[in-house]
């Protein structure tokens, strides 16, 4: 028997042929297709700057709320504006102010509303004159109804100002005589004439790429799996002539082709590349092993995360059964109830597959006790609650035992190279030096015992805590430590 080791959850492969439930095959696809509308979207992260128009489509989400829905950065005559794709009869303009930051509230006092049918030359229709107007929670907002329809494609707010100012509102809604109840503004294309620190991009944008689906990438994807299993001795002709047959399907096909049709070559192409994964000779195992369980609750920094009382039960180690590209998993759960409702700590694989080592927190309920925020409670919590131990498991949820025991939570396990375990532990008994005499802040250390839990040895030392060993393919054990960088931070920190 051979098993693999997840080390932070897995993500279940789910069946590929029709013969089997609807909903395995509708899953996977469903995920697919997700994927492909993420494509859609503007590239925006980390380190990159927000598009204009992912932050002006806040103003025509739907969502009035009072505050900032836009803001444009601090320049001269700032101004947002909204594409109704096509002319429409205009009858009224109703704008919801931000209310929420006092030394903005009269930004907006001066603004204009202005159209035009394309973009380029405007008309101004309202000039607000210096008045104050509200919104969600405080006045009423702006609005504008003309005497007379004013046919235009473009509605833009400008505030007319020689000095920077900043520009934000909370929602434009505009309603024109086809339908006076509906806000024509909904969802609409928007934008604006810069972005600031505090612009955001808005989930509902979306944008048409140069391909409705990314066929391309996942063909030169499939095309790059082919060639590594040839390599290493698979047979992948079927996959090959498979991955051309789409290609020469895709490449007479526009982008303006029907979508059925565009989705049905990129959902057959991702089937084609999951045979090959699945084909990966590096999969010689017969099944996966993973925690599955809730977050658990969270103090602000690392140093307290070892605290039994922060654990939310639920979950369970699990093992998984691959069942290939056209089979269903079977998925196995271990402790299945045996120990009561608790928390998963951390958990390893032994080296012939036969048991997995595991911190387990025993807790009642999702919620954790009152005042544990408080540090100062923990002189009682570490009285009234069951400290984490270690356990210990066959690789089919067999011969449960416990390994450790005692009034120090001990969690994180992992088998050394000579089968004793390593764990991390509250045992060294000391106490976060950063912080008020009063408070219990235990750190963790390294220890180490037989595997019957006999023989208990520390490991390693250190006062401000060590975390997450695990053992590496030479026998070495790889942990984490918490040391401190910034030694100005508090003043205790400078005679250390």
């Not at 503007?42 to 990159?48: A, I, L, N």
């Not at 920094?301 to 699990?318: E, K, T």
């Not at 006790?369 to 923990?378: A, I, K, V």
């Amino acid at each position: 028997m051979s098993v693999a080791i997840v080390a932070f959850g897995v993500t279940v492969a789910l069946p590929a042929k029709r013969c089997f439930a609807n909903e395995y095959h509708d899953q996977i696809q469903a995920d697919w297709i997700r994927q492909a509308e993420a494509w859609r979207m503007p590239s925006v992260g980390p380190g990159k700057q927000v598009p204009t128009f992912a932050d002006a489509a806040g103003a025509v989400d739907g969502e009035k709320n009072g505050k900032y829905a836009f803001h444009t950065d601090k320049t001269p005559n700032p101004w947002w504006q909204v594409d109704l794709v096509e002319p429409q009869p205009i009858a009224r303009i109703v704008v919801y102010n931000r209310l929420d930051y006092a030394p903005g509230l009269h930004n907006a006092d001066n603004l204009l509303i202005l159209t035009s049918d394309d973009g380029k030359q405007w008309t101004t229709r309202h000039d607000n004159q210096g008045e104050f107007f509200g919104g969600v929670g405080r006045g009423e907002p702006l609005s504008v109804t003309f005497k007379s329809p004013v046919n235009a494609r473009f509605v833009r707010l400008q505030v007319p100002s020689k000095a920077p100012i900043w520009f934000h509102l909370d929602e434009v809604e505009v309603y024109s005589t086809a339908d006076p109840e509906k806000n024509t503004a909904l969802k609409k294309p928007a934008d604006q004439s810069s972005v600031s620190q505090w612009s955001t991009f808005k989930p509902h944008v979306m944008v048409k790429p140069a391909e409705p689906y990314p066929t391309k990438y996942f063909l030169e994807r499939g095309r790059k799996l082919v060639a590594g299993l040839a390599t290493a001795g698979v047979d992948t002709s079927s996959a090959e002539r498979e991955l051309n047959e789409v290609a020469g399907r895709i490449a007479k096909m526009s982008t303006d082709a029907p979508d059925d049709a565009l989705r049905a070559a990129y959902l057959e192409l991702r089937w084609t590349i999951r045979r090959l994964a699945f084909a990966n000779p590096l999969l010689d195992f017969e099944r996966l092993v993973f925690v599955k369980r809730f977050t658990q609750e969270s103090y602000p920094d690392v140093c307290l995360n070892h605290m039994p009382w922060v654990s939310r039960p639920g979950g369970d180690i699990c093992t998984l059964t691959l069942g290939g590209p056209d089979e269903p998993p079977r998925v196995q759960k271990l402790i299945n109830g045996a120990l009561g409702p608790g928390h998963v700590h951390g958990m390893d694989l032994r080296w012939d597959a036969q048991r997995i080592v595991f911190g387990y927190a025993k807790a009642k309920t999702d919620q954790p006790p009152e005042g544990w925020l408080d540090r100062r409670t923990n002189y009682d919590l570490r009285r009234t609650v069951e400290p984490i131990h270690i356990f210990e498991i066959g690789a089919d949820g067999t011969q449960l035992r416990q390994i450790t025991d005692g009034e120090w939570s001990d969690l994180d396990p992992t088998y050394a190279a000579n089968g004793d375990i390593v764990f991390v532990s509250e045992r060294c008994g000391c106490s976060l030096q950063c912080n008020e005499y009063d408070k219990d802040e235990t750190s963790c250390n390294l220890f180490v015992c037989r595997p019957d839990g006999s023989d208990i040895r520390w490991m390693s030392v250190s006062k401000d805590g060590d975390y997450l060993p695990h053992t590496l393919d030479d026998g070495s054990i790889a942990y984490t430590r918490w040391e401190y960088q910034e030694r100005s931070w508090a003043n205790i920190q400078s005679i250390w």
